[in-house]
T-cell receptor, first 115, second 113 residues
Framework: AQSVTQLGSHVSVSEGALVLLRCNYS??????LFWYVQYPNQGLQLLLK??????LVKGINGFEAEFKKSETSFHLTKPSAHMSDAAEYFC?????????????FGSGTQLTVLP | DAGVTQSPTHLIKTRGQQVTLRCSPK?????VSWYQQALGQGPQFIFQ???????QRGNFPDRFSGHQFPNYSSELNVNALLLGDSALYLC????????????FGPGTRLTVL
């Protein structure tokens, strides 16, 4: 079984500061990992994904994440926060093997960007 | 391309009633997954449909059922509604394949009174 744990349900940063959202995973097989963003009253949008290629993954809107097997982590970072980054962020995991691709999500981190 | 569309946007029902939610996948996608997102939580997988069959199911009771049509669109049915069924229901579509990405619709907000 796979699971993800997101540390910190709420994170606040100042505009221009580093954004760091934490995600640790548990998986019995090599995982595929994803970060999604959800703006108020909207569905989920994929920011980036790790599918066993490069361990440093670059996504949209300046976000990136690094897969660290030794730490079972997949933290999301952005060098400089923008007001438009305020949203809820979800880490998700799925199996890399098998045909079914159900996503298992973390509980989410609400990012607030302060002016 | 309209992306994944869902209807209705909002729905209010009373306990014991039945509800049907609809989803049209992104063009070219043949797999549809449904998720339930309770307030303040991450989405939880309900089930996935491919080739008009339920391929995988999460930990949801039989009150939750679905269907996929030949055009790949899908319905989620919930019978005997409970207050706890109040949530945002998300549909996601994808192509069958190794690195498929799931594209999410905007969701249907179900309120059970």
């Amino acid at each position: 079984a796979q699971s993800v744990t997101q540390l910190g349900s709420h994170v606040s940063v100042s505009e221009g500061a580093l954004v760091l959202l934490r995600c640790n995973y548990s998986s019995s097989v090599p995982p595929y990992l994803f970060w999604y963003v959800q703006y108020p009253n909207q569905g989920l949008q994929l920011l980036l994904k790790y599918t066993s290629a490069a361990t440093l993954v670059k996504g949209i809107n300046g976000f990136e994440a690094e897969f660290k097997k030794s730490e079972t982590s997949f933290h999301l970072t952005k060098p400089s926060a923008h007001m438009s980054d305020a949203a809820e962020y979800f880490c998700a995991v799925t199996r890399s093997r098998g045909s079914a691709r159900q996503l298992t999500f973390g509980s989410g981190t609400q990012l607030t960007v302060l002016p | 391309d309209a992306g994944v569309t869902q209807s209705p946007t909002h729905l209010i029902k009373t306990r014991g009633q039945q509800v049907t939610l609809r989803c049209s996948p992104k063009s070219g996608h043949d797999t549809v997954s449904w998720y339930q997102q309770a307030l303040g939580q991450g989405p939880q997988f309900i089930f996935q449909y491919y080739e008009e069959e339920e391929r995988q199911r999460g930990n949801f009771p039989d009150r939750f059922s679905g269907h996929q049509f030949p055009n790949y669109s899908s319905e989620l049915n919930v019978n005997a509604l409970l207050l706890g069924d109040s949530a945002l229901y998300l549909c996601a579509s994808s192509e069958t394949g190794l690195h498929n990405e799931q594209f999410f619709g905007p969701g249907t907000r179900l309120t059970v009174l």
